[in-house]
């Protein structure tokens, strides 16, 4: 819609940065790896595509953005915050009070604000935390509501419990020390982030064991959270490994689960998650070695050359707002939500308007630029009315799987379902028990889903179909996967409801079963 207000305030002209030129064509990646196989659901690709275009859309706007309109996106940004850390501090008190927008929280979970995640949460309050400082440079908030915002702020990070603000606060420390004779007031700016460092710190340790105790959670194990050792290494030591592995085009733009699933056969147990918790190496497995290489390559040389050529205190804290986002994706995967991707992008842009950098124009006759808005505008209609299908069918399913009464009579809006094939194609196989007599097309139908969505429940089903329509070697390659992505007590479960069914079902008894035993050297 910015995009829109753009076209109309420049009669039509609208200029685009090399960057977004370059994020443009990548959009069309996802698609091209749809009709190359590669990606096995139409959706999948789409809302790449989309969300792809989106960004490019959102650097795009901010290049034009002027002044006025950025410090008021800002306070947006800093207003949504506020709001948030309020819902996260009426979690931590427990305070029962429910209202339309307002998220609620299960009982004994760490506060997460309206974002539904500790770690998003932090991101968006470390964001917030710039444009709060970008609003006080450009005198647009004094002094002493900023260190009263500030405090809030850091009392929502304490509150979040989450890791990922102390290393934001180390890189910013960097930061501060390269570009310090570029601050217009470098040591008021550093006695507030000192502040704030010991006013997280006092809470930490005074508030802390409060909440904890009311949460019956170790106060310490609950910040440091090991875990069995951290989960994120061996996520990236099992899709490197599937990048060495895979081909040289890659899996396809967000299929993290199909690598893994393609690449279970190795000496150690796999883990089944649907991202790499890294921008760079989800590059990586998405587009192969050599276009991943080439796309992380462009992503650091914009980064240098922004904090190489950073001069203003106004460009210091838009680099610190994208950084916060940066510095997460290298942990988990905030750019695969919009609420994170389209305030990224505009900054991206009104940070490449600081530096002048290069565009091309583009003129658009009025008629055209209504027809585009138009079928955008279709577009989010479809998508979002699918969605709502889509959700009231899933929650049919997990009602009729966990066996509530008249789970059957749930009502389904009727409608086709073309953009989110992918969804529907899960929950369809929710809905259907394997069965004798199924068709090819069937099987290969189970099995697009089983790589997409390698679920314990869907391999075993998959498994089955296969047992029950005489592909017993296939069936015993499945439960192999099964074994590997899940670990052995899941596998040993499913091995005794298999030979359940092998008593009414004889054909089950031609697959040869894998063994319990699995090496846990990873």
């Given amino acids: 819609f910015i995009v829109i207000a753009i076209f109309a305030r420049n009669g039509g002209r609208f200029r685009v940065s090399y960057s977004s030129l370059l994020v443009f064509a990548i959009a069309v990646i996802p698609m091209l ?16 595509s989309v969300y792809l275009a989106g960004f490019a859309f959102a650097i795009s706007a901010g290049r034009e953005l002027d002044a006025e309109w950025t410090k008021t996106l800002l306070w947006a940004l800093v207003l949504v915050a506020a709001f948030s850390v309020t819902v996260s501090t009426i979690h931590w008190l427990h305070i029962d009070f429910t209202a339309g927008g307002l998220m609620e929280t299960p009982f004994q979970s760490t506060p997460s604000g309206n974002m539904g995640q500790r770690n998003h949460f932090a991101t968006l309050t470390m964001m917030a935390v710039g444009a709060l400082l970008y ?47 570029y601050l217009e007031t470098p040591r008021r700016l550093v006695v507030w982030l000192l502040m704030a460092v010991g006013f997280y710190l006092l809470i930490l340790l005074w508030t802390f064991p409060v909440v904890t105790e009311v949460q019956t959670i170790p106060p310490l194990e609950s910040f440091i959270r090991n875990e069995e050792g951290e989960v994120r290494p061996r996520i990236w030591t099992h899709l490197l490994n599937a990048v060495v ?122 008629i055209i630029s209504i027809a585009i808005t138009s079928c955008v505008l279709i577009l989010m209609l ?42 529907k194609a899960f929950i369809d196989l929710g809905n259907n028990k394997p069965r004798e007599g199924m068709e090819e097309a069937e099987l290969d139908e189970i099995h697009q889903v089983a790589l997409r969505y390698p679920r314990h429940y869907v391999l075993f089903r998959y498994a089955v179909a296969l047992g029950l329509n005489h592909h017993p070697e296939k069936a015993s390659e499945i439960l192999l996967v099964l074994r590997h992505m899940h670990g052995s007590d899941i596998y040993a479960d499913y091995l005794d409801r298999w030979r359940s069914s092998a008593a009414l079902h004889p054909q089950l008894n031609q697959v040869a079963l894998p063994s319990l035993l699995i090496s846990t050297s990873s």
């Fill in 135 to 181: 609003l006080n440079h450009v005198k647009r908030i004094g002094n002493v509501a900023t260190v009263i915002l500030l405090l809030f702020f850091v009392f929502g990070l304490a509150l979040s419990k989450s890791r990922t603000p102390w290393l934001d606060a180390f890189i910013l420390s960097l930061f501060v020390l390269l570009k310090y004779q």
């Fill in 33 to 48: 790896q749809y009709l190359s196989g590669t990606i096995l659901f139409f959706g999948d690709a789409f809302l790449s």
């Fill in 382 to 423: 479809l998508v979002q009315t699918e969605f709502a299908i889509l959700k009231q069918a899933n929650l049919k399913m997990h009602s009729i799987n966990a066996r509530i009464k008249k789970a059957e009579l749930m009502v389904i809006p009727q409608g086709e379902i073309r953009f989110l094939n992918h969804l």
């Fill in 245 to 366: 592995v895979g081909d040289w085009g890659g899996y396809g733009w967000k299929q993290e689960s199909v690598a893994l699933a393609l690449t279970s056969d190795q000496s150690w147990r796999t883990i089944d998650t649907t991202s790499s918790h890294n921008l760079f190496l989800s590059f990586l497995v998405w587009n192969g070695p050599v276009i991943g290489l080439l796309m992380i390559a462009a992503v650091m040389l914009w980064g240098w050359h922004h904090i190489w050529k950073c001069t203003t205190p106004e460009h210091f804290y838009l680099l610190c707002m994208i950084g916060a986002v940066a510095v997460h994706s290298q942990l988990e995967f905030p750019y695969e939500f919009a609420y994170f991707l389209v305030p990224v992008g505009i900054l991206v842009g009104y940070s490449e308007q600081l530096m002048m950098s290069k565009t091309v124009s583009v003129s658009v006759p009025p």
